[in-house]
C-alpha cells in the first residue's frame, strides 16, 4: 500500500505551503486590523483581495473541483492534503484559493445539476471569484436534521415560481457580494415519498421579498470572511421557472450529491487546524514554567501532545482513505466512511483544539491567538451537514444491516 502523495500533489503541497508561510500567516494580523478600522464589517479586508490575486498567478485557484472544464482537475485524494494545509488558517486561505464553502459546494452543484443557461449566469462569475453566493436549506421552525421536514414552499405559478419561507444559518447571506442564493423548499408537500417533495430554485439576492433579517452568532462570532450567518425571509418571493434547479422533486438528491464533498471538505481542513492547534502547544509547552519546570516537561501536557498526534495520525488516513473511495467507487460507494469522517472528525479536532486552550491559559479564550474561533468552528461542524448523531443512526443501521440479512 503506497502512501506518498504523487508528484502533482507534491508540486501543489510545495506551492501552497510557500504561499502560506510568504502570504496567509503574515495576513492574518492585516486582515484583523483592516477589519477593524473598516466601518462596514462585512466587507473583506483588502488584503483577501490581494491574496487571491497572489493565489491565481501561483496556480492555487480552484483547487477543489475534480473535472478540468471548470477547477484544476484533482481528485479528492491530490485536494485533500492541499486542503488540510489551508486548514491551518481557515478564514484566510480557502477564501484565498477560492476554494472556501459555502462557494465550493454552490459551484459543485452548478457544475453537475445546473443548465447551460444557469451555469453561464452564475457558476462562470462563481468560478472567477466575481460573486458569491449562498445555500439556504436550514430552517428554525423544523428539526433541519432532517431535510424532509421543510417547510419553505416552492409554487409553481405560470411561468414563475413562489418561493415562502424563513431560514437561519444560511451562511455568505451577509457578503456584500453575494448575489445568489440557491434555495430549498417544497414544490409537493403532500407527495407520497417525502425524498421526493423538495425541490431548490436560484434566488438573486436582489429578487423583491428577499429580506436579510439579521446576522446569526455562532459561539458569539460573526465570521465576517465567510460573509456570516443569516436569517433570511423568503415573501412570496418570484423568479423565473427557469430558476428551477434540476427538476422538481430533485431536491432531495441534489442536496445529498452537494453534501458528499462538503463534508469531506470540512473534514480535510479541520485536520489542518488540528496541525495548527498542536504547532500552538508545542511552542507554549516549550516556553513557558510553572511549580519550577517547563510545561513540555509537565506529564498532563506530554500525554495531551501525545495523543493529539495519535488522533491526528488516524484522521488524516481515514480521510485519505474516504477520499480514495469517492474517486474509485463514487460518493455512494465512500457513504459509510463519508459518515465516518464526519462524526469523528470535528468531535476529535475540537478536543483537541480544547486541550491547547487549556495550555494557553486566559490566552488561549481571547484574541491574540487563534485557538477559541478554531474551537467554535470545530464545535460547529458536529452540527454543520448533518448532526452526529444523524450519522451515527444512519451508519449503525447500515452496519445492522449486514448481520439482519445473515451476512
Excluded at 483547487?63 to 484544476?72: C, N, R, S, V
Excluded at 478536543?351 to 478554531?374: N, S, T, W
Amino acid at each position: 500500500m503506497d502512501f506518498a502523495y504523487d508528484a502533482r500533489t507534491e508540486e501543489l503541497r510545495g506551492a501552497l505551503l510557500a504561499f502560506m508561510d510568504e502570504h496567509v500567516y503574515p495576513a492574518e494580523a492585516t486582515a484583523r486590523e483592516q477589519r477593524a478600522a473598516q466601518a462596514d464589517p462585512w466587507v473583506p479586508p483588502p488584503v483577501v483581495a490581494e491574496l487571491q490575486r497572489e493565489a491565481r498567478e501561483r496556480g492555487l485557484w480552484n483547487l477543489f473541483l475534480p473535472g478540468t472544464e471548470h477547477g484544476a482537475g484533482l481528485t479528492n485524494a491530490q485536494y485533500a492534503p492541499l486542503a488540510e494545509i489551508t486548514g491551518r488558517s481557515p478564514q484566510l486561505a480557502p477564501t484565498a484559493l477560492n476554494c472556501a464553502a459555502p462557494d465550493t459546494g454552490n459551484m459543485e452543484l452548478l457544475a453537475e445539476f445546473g443548465s447551460p443557461e444557469q451555469r453561464e449566469r452564475w457558476l462562470r462569475p462563481l468560478l472567477a471569484g466575481e460573486i458569491r453566493s449562498a445555500f439556504a436549506m436550514t430552517e428554525p421552525d423544523v428539526a433541519s436534521s432532517d431535510a424532509t421536514n421543510i417547510e419553505t414552499r416552492i409554487e409553481r405559478d405560470g411561468d414563475a415560481y413562489v418561493i415562502t419561507g424563513r431560514k437561519w444559518y444560511i451562511s455568505g447571506a451577509l457578503h456584500p457580494d453575494c448575489q445568489v442564493f440557491i434555495v430549498m423548499g417544497k414544490t409537493d408537500p403532500d407527495g407520497t415519498d417525502p425524498r421526493r417533495q423538495q425541490s431548490m430554485v436560484l434566488v438573486p439576492r436582489d429578487t423583491p421579498g428577499v429580506e436579510i433579517r439579521r446576522a446569526m452568532r455562532v459561539y458569539g462570532y460573526a465570521d465576517h470572511y465567510h460573509g456570516g450567518h443569516a436569517e433570511v425571509v423568503f415573501d412570496r418571493v418570484r423568479v423565473p421557472a427557469d430558476h428551477l434547479i434540476g427538476e422538481e422533486g430533485g431536491g432531495f438528491a441534489i442536496a445529498q450529491a452537494r453534501l458528499g464533498p462538503g463534508r469531506i471538505h470540512h473534514c480535510m481542513r479541520l485536520i489542518g487546524m488540528a496541525e495548527r492547534a498542536i504547532e500552538l502547544m508545542c511552542r507554549r509547552a516549550l516556553s513557558r514554567t510553572a511549580f519550577g519546570k517547563p510545561l513540555a516537561a509537565q506529564g498532563q501536557v506530554q500525554a495531551w501532545i501525545a495523543d493529539a498526534r495519535v488522533s491526528v495520525e488516524q484522521l488524516r488516513l481515514l480521510v485519505l482513505k474516504t477520499a480514495w473511495l469517492m474517486d474509485t467507487v463514487g460518493n455512494r460507494g465512500a457513504h459509510t466512511e463519508i459518515q465516518a469522517i464526519k462524526i469523528a472528525t470535528p468531535r476529535t479536532v475540537a478536543d483537541i483544539i480544547d486541550q491547547a486552550v487549556q495550555l494557553h491559559g486566559g490566552g488561549g479564550v481571547g484574541q491574540d491567538f487563534p485557538l477559541a474561533e478554531l474551537w467554535a468552528a470545530a464545535r460547529t461542524l458536529r452540527l454543520a451537514d448533518g448532526p452526529d448523531e444523524v450519522h451515527q443512526r444512519s451508519l449503525a443501521r447500515r452496519e445492522l444491516k449486514r448481520y439482519a440479512a445473515g451476512d
